[in-house]
Every structure is written in C-alpha cells, then in structure tokens.
C-alpha cells in the first residue's frame, strides 16, 4: 500500500479516535468528578459521612473498574444499542469508554481530593462554609494539579481502550492497526499507526504534566494565609 493509499486512511482514522477519546473523557470527568468527591465526603470522618452509602458506591466503582474493556464492551451492547441505535462505529464505541472511565477517573478523583489539607478545609467551616462552599471553593480548586494529572491519565488509558474498540468494528486507528496492518498484512501501515499513538500519547501527557505543574508551582507560591483571607472575602 503506498502512502498516497495510507493517507487518507490515517487521517479518517486519527479523527476518529480523537473524537471518541474527547467525548468519552469529558462524559467521565462529568460523571467520575461528583463520584469521586462523593467517595471522600461519605467516608469516615467525612462531611457528610455515611459508611453504608460510601461502601455500595465504593463497590460500584470497583465491579465496574474491574470488568475488562473488551467484556465490558459485549456487556453493554443491548444498553449502547439503546442510545445510539447501533453497536458499532464511533458514536456507539463512546459509550463503553465513558462507562469504563467513569469509575477509573473516580478512584482518581477520590485520592486527588485527599491530599488536600485538612486544615483549610477545618477554617472554611469555622467561617461557616457549607459543604458546597468546601468542596467548590477548598477540595477542587486544591487539588486541580493532582485533577489535571488524573484526567491526562485517563485521556491515555482510553486511547488504548479505543485502539482494542477498534478491534470490533469502532473505528479509529485500532481498526486501522487490526483491519488492513494484521488482517491484510500491511506492516508498514500497522506499525505508522502504532507510532502516530505514541506521538499521540506523548503530547497529551507532555501538556497534561505541564499544565499540573505550573498549578502546583502558582499555588505554592500563594500559600495558605492569602487563600484563607481569598475564601473568607467570597464567603
């Protein structure tokens, strides 16, 4: 196959996958954020503590984490049918790339929001914050370094999730790599896939460690006295 032959193949391919990654990633941000943060207040010593609530959602995230993306893909195929009206392409692979990294970017989430420190969350309250005013204004905004770090963990762990989709009809470059390098014999063309994902995946992860550490740097440069005095001026 010559690359004039490849091109457009690659192109179609690249798109694909990037558009099924982006919509999987902004679904399980929007779903795993609340769940994650949930785990932490729910837990022991928590806001809103509630040990029997915090053990069935903590054993949600768990099945659902533990089930492999190929089993969880055939799992939901009636459920996928049922939104997108197919089991195959790129709008039915988004769906079990989201159910997958929901509870993955959660278990993120919850760890994230731990390492916040105790004691802004203890002066927030004895300024009379809410748990809503804590968790917008002291859990998210402190641990945004750790939150960016965890999404572009869970940007890479879908795009190898959408390489295996590709393997049953998705879509993307996994279809590329399986259907024309493999079943075809093109070498050349499964091993150009192969490079242009790890291009990929080293952008992402170069910008996604980038943006983190300069949140981490801005906010250790703040300290904590100006964010106290920042919260108790919007309280």
Not at 39 to 55: E, F, I, M, P, S
Not at 137 to 161: C, F, M, N, Q, R
Request: charge should be positive; include cysteine; proline fraction near 4%.
């Amino acid at each position: 196959m010559t690359w004039s032959e490849m091109q457009p193949l690659l192109e179609q391919a690249c798109w694909d996958t990037l558009y099924m990654v982006g919509w999987s990633t902004l679904i399980a941000v929007v779903g795993g954020l609340p769940l994650g943060v949930l785990l932490v207040l729910t837990d022991r010593g928590g806001l809103l503590q509630n040990l029997a609530a915090n053990k069935v959602i903590g054993q949600i995230v768990n099945i659902a984490r533990s089930l492999p993306f190929i089993i969880l893909m055939v799992a939901l195929m009636g459920f996928t049918r049922s939104i997108t009206g197919t089991t195959i392409g790129v709008e039915a692979a988004i769906v079990p790339l989201a159910v997958g990294a929901i509870p993955f970017f959660a278990r993120l989430v919850e760890t994230a929001v731990r390492e916040v420190d105790h004691g802004l969350v203890e002066a927030v309250q004895s300024m009379g914050g809410n748990t809503w005013t804590i968790v917008r204004k002291v859990l998210v905004p402190e641990s945004l370094p750790s939150l960016i770090s965890s999404t572009t963990t869970t940007v890479v762990a879908l795009i190898g999730y959408s390489a295996m989709a590709g393997t049953v009809g998705a879509g993307g470059l996994g279809d590329i790599a399986i259907r024309y390098g493999y079943q075809r014999f093109e070498t050349q063309l499964m091993w150009i896939t192969v490079a242009i994902l790890a291009v990929v995946i080293s952008l992402i992860q170069f910008a996604g460690d980038y943006a983190a550490r300069s949140l981490h740097r801005r906010g250790a440069h703040s300290g904590p006295a100006p964010k106290l005095r920042l919260l108790k001026a919007a309280s």
